[in-house]
């Protein structure tokens, strides 16, 4: 007979919950608020000095902001979960993914990561999209808006820099040396933690699933830009 994870529409019945199902929306919860966090204060808001323009400050402020209400919102479900706050923000036994030791140095590296560390993310939400956890579904739903316009700022002002040839070359520099470190963001193949999630309908796909649908994804737009991936290793089994 099939396994049937349960709905668990709130707060409330989450407490009542086998310790497998909260511990793996706790740790979904906790790796949310603390990466949001850290994306903020690493990429979107230094971003805003190499912002060029007014109007590309202004955009990138609005970007930094919503990361930071992204962290605020999920540091929020975690603690009526029963999370301290330590748990829930970078400490020194709680190291960020890989992608945000990337040292930015330039506006069109920040638009390449818009561009791409911000699909992955799409991608990520769209598997919460139907989590059998309403709070954790209702706020990815929630979020799910802002890291298109996130994603979108990206294409857009990698768009309008490879209209020069100086611009084109910053931004292939850019993907060359940002997009081989976004694989790890999906984690292992044949991963304890995604059987686990899936089991609870917490998530839907496989991480070397979802993994190949970023890659197509990532690649058709690198292609519209009239720009090339470089070769990368597959999430190690």
């Known amino acids: 007979m099939n ?30 608020a603390i990466n949001e966090l850290y994306g903020a204060r690493v990429f979107d808001e230094p ?6 323009t007014p109007y590309a400050k202004w955009l990138t402020c609005r970007v930094a902001m919503e990361e930071y209400g992204h962290h605020v919102r999920f540091k929020e479900l975690g603690e009526k979960l029963g999370m301290e706050e330590e748990e829930l923000i970078p400490g020194h036994d709680k190291k960020p993914l890989s992608i945000f030791e ?5 506006w069109a590296e920040f638009c390449v990561i818009k561009l791409l560390a911000d699909l992955a993310e799409i991608l990520q939400v769209e598997d919460l999209l139907h989590c059998t ?11 799910m808006p802002e890291e298109k316009f996130h994603a979108d700022f990206g294409k857009q002002f990698s ?3 490879c209209q020069t040839e100086e ?6 520099a850019a993907i060359n ?8 963001f999906f984690g292992r193949a044949n991963s304890r933690n995604n059987e686990i999630f899936r089991k609870w309908g917490i ?15 990532a690649q058709a737009l690198v292609d519209e830009l009239g720009l090339t991936l470089p070769d990368i290793k597959t999430v190690a089994a």
């Open 3 to 32: 396994f049937e994870p349960p709905v668990v529409k709130t707060i409330e019945e989450f407490a009542a919950q086998p310790e497998e199902f909260k511990t793996a929306i706790k740790k979904l919860v906790r790796s949310h």
């Open 177 to 184: 040396e940002y997009f081989p470190l976004l694989p790890p």
């Open 47 to 52: 971003a805003i000095v190499y912002a060029p």
């Open 102 to 106: 990337f040292p930015l140095k330039s």
């Open 167 to 172: 611009g084109k070359a910053a931004v292939q």
């Open 133 to 143: 956890f309403h709070p954790l579904r209702n706020l990815a739903r929630a979020t």
């Open 203 to 217: 998530k839907l796909r496989k991480n070397e699933e979802m993994l190949a649908d970023y890659i197509g994804r």
């Open 159 to 161: 768009t309008e820099l």
